[in-house]
């Protein structure tokens, strides 16, 4: 088969402890999906879930043991951190039950969904998309994915994240509104899952704002640390 122009290499995120990478397919996202995340973003209650994308050259890999650097995006004044557990699925399908998630999962890595809050709040007024405040380019730093035997039970991990040394998001995966199961269960009731699929599971309270020079540090327990800098 012949190209107009050659194709851009598949974006793909390390695994740890392997050679092999990981091809990514598609990039999901789930908003609100902490309470009192939610609660700072003006909402209250479990709201059925939603989902955004993001384009899967988004995703920015970075090694273990490694900081990887992020350019400070342009339009925006206000960039904002959100600290996420992602997780990878391995074997695809649609109309998933929650029960049966977990045989789908191929492991579980640490991302951030850096947001363009301004951009963002601007068309949630116009009750426009938002993708420009969530889909730009650089906008998913992402650590290995560690495969599901290995990382423990991340249902019950801690997740934080700190800039500059000091602590802005601190909560546990537990206190997901819509838990692992169930989103995949939501997510794949309106889209069939590939193998290669990334979901970004939502993030606690905390997010607010951060600038050029800044290193931000985050983790969930069991998956090491991702270590990024706003160039």
């Given at each position: ?8 290499p ?9 050679g092999?990478?990981?091809?990514i ?30 384009p ?32 990878a699925i ?36 116009q ?22 035997a ?21 909560s ?60």
């Amino acid at each position: 088969m012949s190209y107009v122009f050659n194709p851009p290499p598949v974006p793909s995120v390390p695994v740890q402890g392997r050679g092999e990478r990981f091809p990514i397919h598609r990039v999901y996202c789930v908003g609100r999906n902490y309470e009192e995340h939610a609660k700072e973003m003006g909402f209250t209650g479990r709201e059925p879930p939603f989902f955004f994308l993001k384009p899967a050259d988004a995703i920015v890999p970075v090694p273990a043991g490694e900081t990887g650097t992020i350019p400070y995006p342009p339009l925006t004044k206000d960039l904002h951190h959100e600290i996420e557990l992602v997780v990878a699925i391995g074997t695809g399908g649609r109309n998933i039950k929650a029960a049966d998630a977990q045989k789908h999962i191929f492991g579980y890595a640490v991302g951030l969904d850096m947001t363009r809050r301004d951009l963002q709040g601007e068309m949630k007024k116009q009750g426009r998309p938002w993708c420009i405040g969530k889909a730009f380019d650089q906008s998913g730093p992402m650590g290995p994915i560690t495969p599901a035997a290995q990382a423990g039970d991340v249902t019950q991990a801690e997740i934080w994240l700190q800039v500059n040394g000091k602590d802005r998001q601190r909560s546990t995966v537990s206190k997901l509104i819509w838990n692992i199961g169930e989103t995949i269960e939501h997510l794949s009731a309106a889209w069939e899952l590939q193998p290669g699929d990334l979901i970004f599971t939502g993030t606690p309270e905390g997010v607010a704002a951060v600038s050029a020079g800044d290193t931000l540090v985050g983790s969930v327990a069991g998956l090491g640390e991702l270590r990024v800098r706003v160039a």
